[in-house]
């Protein structure tokens, strides 16, 4: 029932943007810290930024590599969260995840099918 869906990854040149959507479901999405995370071929998965819900202050926080590049935005009108990536580089290559996790109460954790982001000349 639960269901997050990625969206928006593609192939791009070396400086160019993307912006990725998550769109959340069957779940109570103002109750969730959101993130998204990337995996590249031969690597482990990394967190790449994360929103904490509004009644933690709707906090971001980004790995170093992306600060100044990436955003990280929720709509909780539409259960969705966004990574506005620009700058790109061929590092940033990787299957992206949109994450949901509630930590209080009864917990929960939830993920996505995953986008492909491709950067590349």
């Known amino acids: 029932q639960v269901q997050l869906v990625e969206s928006g990854g593609g192939l791009v040149q070396p400086g160019g943007s993307l912006r990725l959507s998550c769109a959340a479901s069957?779940?109570?999405?103002?109750?969730?810290?959101m993130s998204w995370y990337r995996q590249a071929p031969g690597k482990e998965r990394e967190l790449v930024a994360t929103?904490?819900?509004?009644?933690?202050?709707?906090?971001?926080n980004y790995q170093d590599s992306v600060k100044g590049r990436f955003t990280i935005s929720r709509d909780n009108a539409k259960n969705t969260v966004y990574l506005q990536m620009n700058s790109l580089k061929p590092e940033d290559t990787a299957v992206y995840y949109c994450?949901?996790?509630?930590?209080?109460?009864?917990?929960?954790?939830?993920w996505g099918q995953g986008t492909q982001v491709t950067v590349s000349s």
């Open positions: 994450n949901a996790k509630k930590s209080w109460g009864i917990k929960y954790d939830y």
């Open positions: 069957g779940l109570t999405f103002s109750n969730y810290a």
């Open positions: 929103i904490t819900r509004a009644g933690a202050g709707g906090m971001t």
